[in-house]
């Protein structure tokens, strides 16, 4: 058990809904960053919060948000789905910040379908 | 080309065998990860490396930073040790770039 928690396990809704993922880093982690797999891209880099600020962007598409809370925890909000964000979406948990060398904690997935 | 590429895609291997699983990269990194992938998705970090060699039980990571080159070894695979196992490396902005993985089998 990473320690990090991830809500819900899995979420199945359909084209054009908006869904909300959620992500409880580990106790004193302020880092919490958010990765994607699917079947044709494997795993992609998303977004990075550290202590309630965004601090790094990878591929994350204009339908995707995210945001850290005061107290640490972080939602991802994907809206206007389509078939292709069927994915695992992961979310992972670190203590340091920008220039942070440390290992990062990854929580179990929440396995996305879009029918 | 992919920043960051795996070899073997696949690999299949009898119980008790040494297996070696490599990662090259082509872009500047402050540190390369190996992580494990079970069969239920979860995702669990195995290494950090920044230079030289570390060694966890039966596994040992190496890189070679000037050969962009690292490599993960298994000694005496079990089949407990089947999974996917998935080398990344950590670029500019704390971004990680993810290689495509390499699906082990460990036969008994």
């Known amino acids: 058990d990473s320690g990090v928690t991830q809500t819900p396990k899995h979420l199945i809704t359909a084209t054009g809904q908006r869904v909300t993922l959620r992500c409880s880093p580990r106790?004193?982690?302020?880092?919490v960053y958010w990765y994607q797999q699917s079947l044709d891209q494997g795993l992609q880099f998303l977004i990075q919060y550290y202590n309630g600020e965004e601090r790094a962007k990878g591929n994350i598409l204009e339908r995707f948000s995210a945001q850290q809370f005061p107290d640490l925890h972080s939602e991802l909000n994907l809206s206007s789905l389509e078939l292709g964000d069927s994915a695992l979406y992961f979310c992972?948990?670190?203590?340091?910040?920008?220039?942070?060398?440390?290992?990062?904690?990854f929580g179990p997935g929440t396995r996305l379908t879009v029918l | 080309k992919n920043e960051v590429e795996q070899s073997p895609q696949n690999l299949t291997a009898q119980e008790g065998e040494f297996i070696t699983i490599n990662c090259s990269y082509s872009v500047g990194i402050s540190a390369l990860h190996w992580l494990q992938q079970h069969p239920g998705g979860g995702i669990v970090s195995l290494f950090m490396?920044?230079?030289g060699k570390k060694k966890h039980g039966r596994l040992i990571a190496t890189i070679n930073i000037q050969e962009k080159h690292s490599s993960l070894h298994i000694t005496a695979s079990h089949p407990r040790d089947s999974a996917v196992y998935i080398c990344?490396?950590?670029?500019?902005?704390?971004?990680?770039?993810f290689g495509g993985g390499t699906r082990l089998m460990v036969k008994p």
């Open positions: 106790s004193g982690d302020l880092s």
């Open positions: 990344a490396v950590r670029g500019a902005g704390n971004m990680l770039t």
């Open positions: 490396l920044s230079s």
């Open positions: 992972a948990s670190a203590d340091g910040g920008r220039a942070s060398y440390n290992e990062q904690f």
